[in-house]
């Protein structure tokens, strides 16, 4: 039995997260957080400026010390050398894309987002005046999806300035191939257009697959790519507010340099001391998590072959579960049905693009009892469904 096991619903609501507390009397399964806690190193950072009540300001030192920490996970991880000054403090992945879109793309080019996609990058883009081009990506008969560079390519030419690119992929749980990668950077270096890459779920990776970072294959997505990553989802802390933005080329840094003191300003002290010891003593933690990880998806696997009509995109990284309920044809949706019926609070597909509906959202970094539970619970909703 893992320590894990032993964590209730009772503790995860007293704990307070919107997880848990939005929806008071229903499983949490709709919020990319784990319920895991944080690793030691993160918990002694946060008792130790309690303690000393260490609240103020970010200091110059601990700033460098978390660029420092990021560059060198980067380079352990996924052997990408990155200068740690080319690497910047911003509260999260989304800060990170705004400047993307506003700072490194033609004023009012459109930005081109595959979907099914993580929900905010559809609401990010509009809010800064940009059109965003859905783009929908392929789904095989092995249940996997691929990007659909024929659309992407067909964008670019049509005028979009900058495609996101999410690996390990929100919702559907694809980690990219570097044959993938490549033909992506071809079709940008066409165009000469630009990347956002979105790279938070690097730390899980669920299958004996490599990450590997866009930016880090050639000199051309070095050349074109901006890179968010963070401590947020491996290490679970995406209160503590501190992602980061890797610039990979000479050009972008001298662009960025104008803006960059204001722009880390935003960082916190906890969110900034926190990335660097999740970074620098953090992996055993994660590496169990991951192992933890993989258990859940064979549940999840296990017991979404018991409700027919539903069907689980393969999991190959994050710790996200993309449903395909249209066989199902559930009424108001699956999230709505799922949530009425079942007691599971999932996020619904159509908030993940066109492409989304029909489908559902499940997160399933969750104690392995509580998981079981609200797969059970959805299979008898189905099955009285079936049966009225």
Known sequence: MHRFDEITVDQLRAAGSTKWTMFPDAIGAFVAEMDFGVPP??????????????????????????????????????????????????????????IAVQRFTPPGSPVIVPTPAYMPFLTVVPALDREVVEVPSTLGE????RLDLEA??????????????????????????????????EVVDRHGGRVFSDEIHAPLVLDDLPHIPYASIDERTAGHTITAVAASKGWN???????????????DVAAFAPYATDAGDTVGLLGGRAATAAYTHGQDWVDDVVDYLRGNRDL??????????????????????????????????PAQFFRRHAGVALTDGTHCGAAGDGFARLIFAMPRPILRRALERMREAVRSRDAG
């Open 41 to 98: 190193a993160v918990a002694e950072v946060v008792r130790t400026a309690a303690d000393t009540q260490a609240l103020g300001y970010l200091p110059a030192a601990d700033r460098t010390a978390a660029k420092r920490a990021t560059a060198g996970w980067l380079d352990r991880r996924f052997d990408w050398q990155v200068p740690e000054d080319n690497v910047y403090l911003l509260p999260d992945v989304l800060s990170v894309m705004r």
């Open 142 to 145: 092995d249940g996997r999806y």
């Open 152 to 185: 992407i390519d067909a964008a670019f030419a049509a005028g979009a300035g900058l495609l996101v690119l999410c690996n390990p992929w929100n919702p559907v749980g694809r980690v990219l191939s570097r044959d993938e990668l490549t033909a992506v950077a």
């Open 237 to 251: 802390i995406p209160g503590l507010k501190c992602g980061q933005m890797v610039l990979s080329n000479a050009d």
């Open 300 to 333: 999840l696997a296990e017991m979404v072959d018991q409700i027919p009509g539903l069907r689980l995109s393969p999991v190959e990284g994050t710790y996200i579960a993309w449903l395909d309920c249209r066989e199902l044809d559930l009424p108001g949706g």
